[in-house]
C-alpha cells in the first residue's frame, strides 16, 4: 500500500477540478486580453471566477488578485506595502512564520525596515500584550500565519486586527494553510491583505491570489500589460484560474465534513500510540478548533526523525519532518525550535498530514507500520 501523507506540502489536483481546467488548455485557449471572440470568452470565464471567488470569500471582486502562488502573494504584499510607503519603516512578524515571510523580510530588512519579531508559546500562539506593545505609529505592517504549517495552530486572527485597527498599521495574513480547512470570511476577519495558494486544497501549483482590502495601498511588483486591474502585468492562467475556482468552491462546501473526519483519524491515531505507549510530544495545539485538521506534528524520544521519515517510505508511507521548502536542511526547523520541544525529543520530530482524501484504512496502515517501526527497527 502506498499511503500519503504530507497534504500540508502539497495536495493532488482532484478529478473534478481537473475536468473544469481541461477545456482551457485545448479547445478554449484564447489570450483574455485579445479583442476577439476567443479572447473575449475567456475574459469572461476570469472575470466570472473572480466573482465567485469573492463571494466565497466574502469580499468584493475588485479585491482579488490572481498571482502565481502564495510565495509570490506574500512577496507581494510586503514588499508592495514597503516601496509605496514613505513614512514608516518597522514590520511586525511571528518567529514562526513561513520562510516566504522571513525572506521577504530580510530582504526589505537590507533595505532599511526593521523587523520586529513577536515570540509564540509552546503551542504555536502569539501574545496579544506582546503585540500590543510592537506596534507603534511607525509600524508599516504586521504579517501574521494564520495556520502554522508545521504545527497547525491557527491564531485569533479578528483579536490581531482589532490590535491593528487601533495602532492604524496594516494587517497581512499569510492563510495559505487555512483556505478549505477551516472557515475564511474576509468582512469577518477584518485584514488589510491576505494570501492564498491554490494547491494546498486540491488545486493546481502556480496560481494563487492576494487580497487587497478596497483602500490598501501597495506598488506593483511586476510591470507590463494592464492585467488584474492594472497591479500585476502578465497574460492570465486561465485553466489555472478555473481550476483553483473549482478547488475553493469544492473544498468550502464540504469544509464541515473534512474537519470532523480528519479530527477523527486524528484522535486515532493519538489514541492508538497511547495504547502503545510510545513516548510522543504533539507539538502545537490539542486537537479541535484551534489547530489545523489533519496536522499531526509529531516528536518521539530519542529517534532519529531522518531516520524514521526513511523507514517509513521504505514502506510506501509518505511523510515529511517540516516544511517541504526547507527540506534540505537536517536541522530542527525554525518552528520547532521557537516552541522549545525538548531536546530529547526535538530531533525526531515528523509531520504527518492526513487529506481529503485519505480513508481510515490508510490511516491504520500508517499506524501499525509507525509503531512496528519504533518499537523494533529504531
Known amino acids: 500500500m502506498k499511503v500519503y501523507l504530507d497534504n500540508a506540502s502539497t495536495t493532488n489536483v482532484s478529478k473534478d477540478v481537473l475536468e473544469a481546467m481541461l477545456p482551457y488548455f485545448k479547445e478554449e485557449f484564447g489570450n483574455p486580453s485579445s479583442l476577439h471572440e476567443k479572447g473575449i470568452k475567456n475574459r469572461k470565464i476570469v472575470n466570472k471566477s473572480r466573482i465567485k471567488i469573492a463571494e466565497l470569500l466574502n469580499c468584493k471582486k475588485s479585491e482579488i488578485y490572481f498571482t502565481s502562488c502564495g510565495t509570490e502573494s506574500i512577496n507581494w504584499a510586503l514588499k508592495g506595502l514597503a516601496f509605496n510607503n514613505k513614512t514608516k519603516y518597522e514590520i511586525v512578524i511571528t518567529n514562526v512564520e513561513h520562510h516566504a515571510t522571513t525572506h521577504t523580510c530580510s530582504f526589505l530588512e537590507g533595505m532599511g525596515f526593521t523587523i520586529n519579531y513577536l515570540h509564540v508559546d509552546s503551542n504555536g500562539f ?123 468552491e469544492l473544498g468550502i462546501a464540504n469544509l464541515g465534513q473534512y474537519t470532523k473526519r480528519l479530527n477523527d483519524y486524528s484522535n486515532l491515531f493519538l489514541k492508538r500510540l497511547d495504547n502503545e505507549n510510545i513516548k510522543y510530544i504533539l507539538n502545537g495545539p490539542n486537537i479541535g478548533e484551534e489547530r489545523l485538521p489533519g496536522n499531526l506534528n509529531l516528536s518521539f524520544k530519542d529517534k532519529d526523525g531522518l531516520l524514521l521519515t526513511y523507514l517509513l517510505d521504505k514502506r510506501g508511507i509518505y511523510v515529511s519532518t517540516g516544511s517541504a521548502c526547507d527540506s534540505e536542511s537536517i536541522e530542527p526547523s525554525h518552528v520547532i525550535s521557537a516552541i522549545e520541544v525538548p531536546r530529547d525529543y526535538i530531533n525526531a520530530t515528523v509531520r504527518f498530514s492526513i487529506g481529503n482524501e485519505t480513508t481510515s484504512e490508510e490511516v491504520n496502515y500508517v499506524i501499525d507500520n509507525l509503531i512496528d517501526i519504533l518499537k523494533n527497527e529504531m
Open 126 to 248: 502569539i501574545d496579544i500584550n506582546e503585540l500590543r506593545n510592537l506596534v507603534n505609529e511607525n509600524t508599516l505592517v504586521v504579517s501574521i500565519i494564520m495556520a502554522n504549517n508545521e504545527i497547525g495552530t491557527i491564531q485569533n486572527i479578528k483579536e490581531i486586527s482589532e490590535v491593528c485597527d487601533q495602532a492604524r498599521t496594516y494587517l497581512h495574513v499569510d492563510a495559505v494553510q487555512v483556505v478549505c480547512h477551516t472557515k475564511l470570511d474576509l468582512q469577518e476577519l477584518n485584514v488589510d491583505l491576505l494570501s492564498i495558494s491554490g494547491h494546498k486544497f486540491h488545486g493546481p501549483k502556480g496560481i494563487g491570489l492576494l487580497y487587497i482590502k478596497e483602500g490598501t495601498h501597495i506598488e506593483s511588483l511586476i510591470h507590463g500589460g494592464q492585467q488584474e486591474l492594472k497591479k500585476r502585468a502578465g497574460t492570465e492562467n486561465v485553466p489555472y484560474i478555473v481550476g483553483f475556482t473549482k478547488a475553493l
